[in-house]
C-alpha cells in the first residue's frame, strides 16, 4: 500500500471519531482504535460497488452514501486528493 492510499479522517458521528481511511484496490476502509465504538463502525468496510455516491460537503467533509441507504460523513484531510485519488479508482 502506498502512503497516498490512507488519508487522516474523523468520522463525524455522534462526536468526531479520529482515525485512519485506507483506500484500497476494490474498496475504503475506516479504521479507528476507539474502544467505545461500536465495533460495527471501527472497522467499517465500504466495497465501491456497494457505494451510491462520494459527495463533497462544507467544512473538508465528504458524504459516502451506500447503495442500501447508509450515509457516513468524514472530515478528510486532503479532501481533494482523496476525491482524486478514489475517482481514478472507481472509473478503474
Same mark, same amino acid.
Given at each position: *500500500?502506498?502512503?497516498?492510499? $490512507?488519508?487522516? $479522517?474523523?468520522?463525524? =458521528?455522534? /462526536?468526531? &471519531? /479520529? /482515525?485512519? &481511511?485506507? !483506500?484500497?484496490?476494490?474498496? #475504503? ?5 476507539? &474502544?467505545?465504538?461500536? +465495533?460495527?463502525?471501527?472497522? #467499517?468496510? *465500504?466495497?465501491? =460497488?456497494?457505494?451510491?455516491?462520494? +459527495? =463533497? ?5 465528504? $458524504?459516502?452514501?451506500?447503495?442500501? /441507504? ?5 472530515? !478528510?484531510?486532503?479532501? +481533494?486528493?482523496? *476525491?482524486?485519488? !478514489?475517482?481514478? #479508482?472507481? =472509473?478503474?
Amino acid at each position: *500500500m502506498k502512503l497516498k492510499d $490512507v488519508y487522516n $479522517v474523523s468520522l463525524c =458521528k455522534n /462526536g468526531i &471519531l /479520529g /482515525g485512519l &481511511l485506507y !483506500v484500497k484496490e476494490a474498496e #475504503l476502509i475506516y479504521c479507528t482504535n476507539k &474502544l467505545t465504538v461500536p +465495533e460495527t463502525i471501527r472497522r #467499517l468496510h *465500504m466495497p465501491y =460497488k456497494k457505494i451510491k455516491s462520494i +459527495e =463533497k460537503s462544507p467544512f473538508h467533509t465528504i $458524504v459516502i452514501t451506500l447503495k442500501e /441507504g447508509k450515509s457516513y460523513r468524514f472530515l !478528510v484531510f486532503s479532501r +481533494e486528493k482523496f *476525491m482524486n485519488r !478514489v475517482s481514478d #479508482l472507481i =472509473k478503474g
